[in-house]
């Protein structure tokens, strides 16, 4: 019985109670059920009985006297004790709990899934690097999160699309051309130019693609290397962010929102509600209207579009696409844009706390041999994702930046991250994954199948290590739910970690597979079905991580 199954029995017992006169009140539609801190206090409590005391017009601990008694003669209970003001403590009959272990290998990958997001339409943008260079170690942390957060929701029944808007419009992209420009001609970048191997490299490769380039007008030439430097630039971008196991379903060109009106469209929409006015020659929003710092330059006084026009169209754009809410991951130095953007969604006639999410992140910092790593060998100045990567692996790199709390500084250790030790979180959680992948192969070589789920004695797993380990997989789902609706991928890896020790735990004390000629018991068989449903959590854990199981190590 897992605690899903525990809160549906808890809600049937509040309903007998009702039906048969004994309890004058609604039935909630949700009851909350909890690990408590002490194992001697159960397998799970409930505050239930303080919850609708005040309704039932009698004391807490009166109502919980009620309730036990109708949990003590359901299926799958071995007691229901009354404790403190009016908690009820609930032991699960040994055969309930470890049906657990059941549940989680007949569901396999959907195990951990719910519908608790479902029917919300969400865009969640991430990444968004300009380019006009490699994805940097920042970038890097919001593909590792973003990437999760964007399987947890999913995994949570919400319609998810992962969208890339990358920034090919504007002076940073000519910036970008003319330092290509330079470098083809083997001149130093412009002061205010991007530096490093890749602008050499890409250059080449537009005159490869184009020897006749270098022989055209200034301002020709210009073009050509903007429009084919940031298609390779992007390509790479690209090609980067899919090797590190992140694809987006919609990479979103700026250029599109002044190619199709959308900016002019954008523009009216705003004055139509009222908040556009003109001054100094400029058109502007109005945004201090709604609690913004000051008002925001729609259109220059030269007539040029501002970057905050185009988040405007954009903003508008997603919600014309039909999504309910837009959730947007920026980096530490975008708080100031937080307001501002509130102030546009509000201005659409939106409703900035229902329409719009921004989760700012906060900086990685790279060490090694206990010094800062600040340099990237194409970069110059910057490490980059393939610098990540190159160094710790992909999996140890999506691990530990999805590790951390978005809103905390990583100070990423490459020594630590790169052993293959237990004090290295990622290879702690698959080292449990593959030692646990052996002990079904040599049960398998044993001729010791799982067998028929409905013929497992579940009722065996009576030893206190597997009681943690089953209570520990029942709470699955719920670490998932909790993560997706706090936006904290960072739980999921604390749970697998917690996980993987208990069941190391577990596998020191249990003996899993018969000695020698020692007869196979029911014992053995329900063991093996309790490995191979927490070898189904942390595979589909590791999985919302973007992380791989391995079965060897």
Avoid at 164 to 172: E, S
Avoid at 361 to 384: C, D
Wanted: proline residues 4%; negative net charge.
């Amino acid at each position: 019985m897992t605690p899903e199954q525990l809160r549906d029995v808890v809600r049937s017992a509040v309903a007998a109670a009702v039906a048969r006169g004994a309890l004058a009140v609604d039935v909630p539609d949700d009851v909350v059920v909890e690990r408590p801190k002490n194992p001697e206090h159960g397998d799970y409590a409930t505050n239930v009985a303080l919850r609708l005391a005040k309704a039932a017009g009698r004391p807490p601990r009166e109502v919980a006297e009620l309730l036990a008694a109708e949990l003590r003669a359901a299926e799958g209970i071995a007691s229901a004790e009354v404790a403190g003001p009016g908690f009820l403590n609930v032991v699960l009959a040994k055969d309930a709990l470890g049906q657990i272990a059941v549940r989680v290998v007949t569901a396999g990958d959907a195990y951990g899934r719910t519908d608790v997001l479902a029917g919300q339409r969400l865009n969640l943008e991430f990444v968004s690097a300009n380019p006009t260079g490699p994805v940097h170690i920042g970038g890097t942390r919001w593909a590792a999160v973003g990437d999760a957060l964007g399987r947890l929701l999913t995994a949570s029944g919400a319609e998810v699309t992962r969208e890339y808007y990358f920034n090919d419009a504007g002076a940073q992209i000519d910036r970008f051309a003319r330092s290509l420009m330079a470098a083809a001609a083997g001149q130093p970048v412009p002061e205010d130019g991007y530096a490093g191997a890749y602008i050499d490299d890409i250059a080449a490769e537009v005159v490869a693609a184009e020897p006749g380039v270098r022989e055209l007008p200034a301002a020709e030439q210009q073009e050509r290397f903007r429009i084919r430097g940031v298609d390779l630039m992007f390509a790479e971008i690209k090609r980067s962010l899919a090797e590190f196991g992140v694809v987006f379903d919609v990479y979103f060109s700026e250029r599109t929102l002044h190619e199709t009106g959308a900016l002019e469209k954008a523009i009216a929409r705003l004055r139509e509600q009222g908040h556009v006015f003109e001054a100094d020659g400029a058109v502007w929003l109005r945004t201090t209207d709604f609690a913004d710092d000051k008002d925001r330059v729609l259109v220059k006084s030269d007539g040029e579009y501002t970057y905050f026009a185009a988040d405007c169209a954009y903003y508008l754009d997603k919600r014309e696409r039909g999504f309910d809410k837009v959730v947007i991951m920026l980096g530490a130095d975008h708080h100031g844009y937080i307001g501002r953007y509130k102030a546009l969604v509000a201005a659409a006639g939106d409703d900035p706390d229902v329409h719009l999410e921004i989760l700012i992140g906060q900086l990685v910092n790279l060490v090694r041999n206990g010094e800062p790593v600040r340099m990237s060998k194409r970069a110059g100045t910057v490490v980059l994702l393939e610098d990540l990567v190159e160094a710790i692996g992909a999996d140890a790199a999506r691990y530990a930046l999805a590790r951390a709390s978005v809103d905390q500084q990583i100070d990423l250790d490459l020594d630590l991250w790169s052993r293959r030790t237990n004090d290295n979180p990622v290879f702690y959680v698959q080292y449990a994954h593959a030692r646990i992948s052996s002990v079904l192969r040599n049960a398998a070589e044993l001729g010791l199948p799982l067998g028929d789920p409905a013929a497992v004695d579940t009722g065996t797993l009576a030893h206190p290590r597997e009681g943690d380990l089953l209570r520990a997989l029942g709470e699955f789902p719920r670490a998932l739910t909790s993560a997706a609706e706090l936006r904290a991928p960072h739980r999921v890896a604390r749970y697998l970690e917690e996980l993987a020790g208990t069941y190391h735990r577990f596998y020191d004390s249990c003996r899993v597979l018969p000695r020698g000629d020692e007869e196979t018991t029911s014992l053995h068989t329900a063991r093996l079905w309790l490995c191979a449903a927490t070898a189904t959590v942390l595979r589909n854990g590791l999985g919302v991580l973007g992380v791989h199981a391995p079965e060897r190590m």
